[in-house]
């Protein structure tokens, strides 16, 4: 177990055994699902601009294919480890089940930082990671698809590469692609929409009114945060403060989202000089008195020595991970209403779903069609998550992961074990 160490790993390991526990769950499930199927761990080298080579470390992380192909993004950050990758990789097992989608788990992971590379580079190793998997992954396989750091043009690279190593164009081996090469109309905002409609029918439930009023405070302003705060503010909610990884900014009048669109455009960071109000850390953030807090950055945020000093009312996870084992009971206790990562960022992986679906038939549905599909599984999700929450007393977390492991339990048990 060693091998996949990391807080990370630990937490969604913790996470599962003690919903296992909760469920009551076959100890030879367990056995099983305790770990990763399989992982591939690759050095990738490539040639820089300037002639010289140099190598980076990637891996896969196949957790469980039991409902289905494997399904779930490849990170770019120097930091990711595999025990990441793996925890991730878990992550998107319970995900894919939850929205009852006919998928398993898996996660990747390349340790570079993508801002530092040119756009060439960037080419040149996503083409070499891709050649590394080349045996791991394909549209009956593995379907990767963006995570951080990683955009659709990556997502167009590893398409292009696979495909000109069968000799055929094979869209349905990436989902996040850009539209013109087979990706799925929706995609790039289904995330962020994705919370913001957790966070609607969280808001339903617990009677807050979503609008005038109502404010939000935000933590990351890559793809899923950006375009969850374009909804909220489409909502009439009033966005307080917006932090990334080198801080942020804070104004209790509210933003004018377009003024940190382009701030964050021009340079990429968000400053109090650029766009009025107040500079406030990371750590301040999370504090913050407001009513929606959303969390769109990294794992870990939340923990056991921050807990107690959220203020919030709805606090969604629109990133993977980001409250530990020890904050949750924190919050709960608090009173604070927790849309768990696997519920409130599903939007994602289920407009993945479309898109695979729609390459493999070659058919490609409309905006609304998409959207309206799109909210029907996650309210329903939504809804039947809060009924088993309810009957059995536990946390939304906890009924979520109850609802993921339960699902795949049952089809391993169908299946049975080979040989
Ligand atoms: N990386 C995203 C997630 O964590 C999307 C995965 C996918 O679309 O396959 O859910």
Redo the contacts with the bound molecule.
């Keep these: 177990m060693k091998l996949w160490k990391s807080p990370f790993f630990d937490n969604a390991l913790n996470q599962f055994l003690s919903t296992a526990e909760v469920m009551n769950l076959d100890p030879n499930i367990v056995e099983r699902l305790r770990q990763p199927a399989r992982a591939l761990v690759v050095s990738v080298p490539v040639r820089m601009d300037d002639g010289g080579v140099r190598s980076y470390c990637g891996f896969r992380v196949q957790h469980s294919d039991t409902l289905g192909p494997c ?3 490849i ?1 770019y950050h120097p930091d990711v480890t595999l025990g990441d990758a793996a925890a ?1 990789a878990m ?2 097992t319970w ?1 894919c089940a939850l929205m009852g989608l006919p998928l398993g788990g898996a ?1 990747g992971g390349l340790q570079v930082d993508p801002t530092m590379l040119s756009r060439a580079e960037l080419q040149r190793a996503t083409r070499r990671f891709t050649i590394e998997l080349i045996n791991m992954i394909g549209p009956d396989r593995d ?5 951080l750091g990683v955009n659709e043009q990556v997502m167009a690279w590893i398409m292009d590469t696979y495909s000109k190593q069968v000799g055929a164009t094979r869209p349905g081996v990436v ?2 692609k850009p539209i013109t090469v087979g990706g799925s109309l929706y995609r790039h905002e289904a ?1 962020g929409r994705g919370v913001v409609f957790a966070v609607q029918k969280a808001a339903a439930v617990t009677g807050m009114s979503l609008g005038e009023g109502t404010t939000f405070a935000l933590q990351g302003f890559g793809n899923v945060g950006a375009i969850a705060a374009k909804a909220m503010a489409e909502l009439g909610c009033r966005c307080i403060a917006v932090t990334t990884s080198r801080g942020g900014v804070l104004d209790r009048n509210g933003f004018k989202l377009e003024s940190l669109y382009a701030c964050y455009k021009e340079h990429g960071c968000l400053t109090p000089e650029v766009t009025g109000g107040d500079s406030i850390t990371n750590k301040d953030l999370l504090a913050l008195d407001c009513d929606v807090l959303i969390l769109a950055a990294q794992a870990n945020q939340i923990t056991g020595e921050n807990a107690s000093q959220v203020q919030c009312r709805i606090l969604a996870e629109g990133a ?1 991970g980001p409250v530990t084992r020890e904050a949750d009971p924190v919050l709960v206790d608090k009173g604070i209403f927790v849309i768990p990562d696997i519920l409130a ?2 939007g ?2 289920t ?2 779903y479309f898109e695979w679906v729609q390459d493999l038939q070659h058919f490609f549905w409309d905006m609304d069609e998409i959207e309206l599909r799109l909210k029907k599984m996650l309210s329903r999700t939504f809804d039947e998550t809060l009924a088993l929450a309810r009957k059995y007393a536990v946390s939304l977390r906890t009924a979520a992961l109850m609802k993921g492991i339960g699902r795949v339990a049952q089809a391993m048990l169908l299946r049975g074990l080979y040989p």
């Design positions: 399904k779930g993004g990170r991730l992550l998107m995900k996660k379907i990767p698809a963006p995570d989902t996040g995330t993977n960022n599903a994602g992986v407009v993945s």
